[in-house]
């Protein structure tokens, strides 16, 4: 995922792949790796690892989306997946929201029930997707499944969702009722048009990219059911991998 920011002086590229089949090995299921160059020159800066990278940026753009689409007196979270992922994006909503329930469900109850002792007092392992959704003012997707988990019956009106697995044109993790019948919104339109099965298979119309959100020229429909398409975009990495070096700097 290669990168140049005028904006942010950075020249920066992301080489990572991901195999599912790792988390039952207990091994991380995405390998990255990011190298940073002088954008003068082309030399070489820095080589550093982008697994936690991957994690943090991911779970702080969703917390971006989320700042603006969720109900700013939501209460309950409710997160599908107990991976990286998972932590992260808890982390991350964590500090815009003071959650006084959060609900997780996994493939085994053992995952969630381990997640959930990590975050404390305000979580419980649900036994069902619809346990864990039915009262969230905001749900997370971050699974690996490839077809849908989250249903449109299951959420509550004016709800937000931050659908972030799912990156493949024929992978979904959320039900396509649920995807044409919320205000979508996207990281990115080219990548969700090309990679998010979510936004393809369902022909869900694509309202704004958060992007165009934040600088004021989209609307942010917080009182409506939301979904935000995360697929992840290079520029994340890049002012990430910009951020480490600057600390490095001053410390
Ligand atoms: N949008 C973005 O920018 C990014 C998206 N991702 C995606 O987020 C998702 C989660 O990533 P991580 O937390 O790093 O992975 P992880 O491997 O740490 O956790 C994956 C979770 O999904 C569950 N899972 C695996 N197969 C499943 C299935 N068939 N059905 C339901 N659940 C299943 C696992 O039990 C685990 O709880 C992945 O789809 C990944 O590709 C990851 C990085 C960036
Ligand atoms: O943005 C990323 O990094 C990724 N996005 C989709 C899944 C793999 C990693």
């Keep these: 995922m290669p ?26 299921t995405h390998m990255a790796t990011l190298m940073v160059f002088d954008p003068e020159n082309g030399s070489l800066k820095a080589i550093m690892d982008g697994e936690v990278i991957t994690n943090l940026r991911t779970a702080a753009a969703s ?13 309950v979270l409710a997160i599908i997946g107990a991976g990286h992922q998972a932590r992260s994006h808890h982390q991350a909503l964590s500090t815009l929201f003071n959650f006084t329930e959060v609900n997780i469900y996994s493939r ?29 003012d905001i749900i997370v997707t971050v699974t690996f499944s490839k077809v849908p988990v989250l249903f449109a019956k299951w959420v509550k009106p004016g709800a937000h969702v931050n659908a972030v697995g799912a990156c493949r044109p024929d992978w979904q993790e959320i039900d396509p009722d649920l995807m ?13 048009m090309k990679e998010s099965g979510d936004v393809i298979l369902s022909k869900a119309e694509v309202y704004a990219e958060v992007g165009e959100v934040v600088n004021g020229t989209k609307q942010a429909f917080c009182e409506k059911t939301t979904v935000f398409k995360s697929l992840g975009m290079a520029v994340e990495d890049a002012v990430s991998a910009n951020l480490v070096l600057d600390k490095l700097r001053t410390t």
């Design 3 to 28: 990168c140049f920011s005028a904006h942010e002086h950075v020249l920066a590229t992301k080489l990572v792949a991901f195999y599912p089949t790792n988390y039952d090995k207990g091994i991380p």
């Design 63 to 75: 917390a971006v989306a989320t700042k603006y689409l969720a109900n700013p007196k939501s209460q």
């Design 108 to 136: 085994t109850l053992e995952s969630a029930e381990k997640l959930s002792q990590e975050i404390g007092s305000t979580a419980k392992a649900c036994s069902s997707v619809e346990e864990a959704v039915k009262r969230a």
């Design 180 to 192: 044409r019948g919320s205000v979508l919104y996207v990281d990115s339109r080219e990548g969700a």
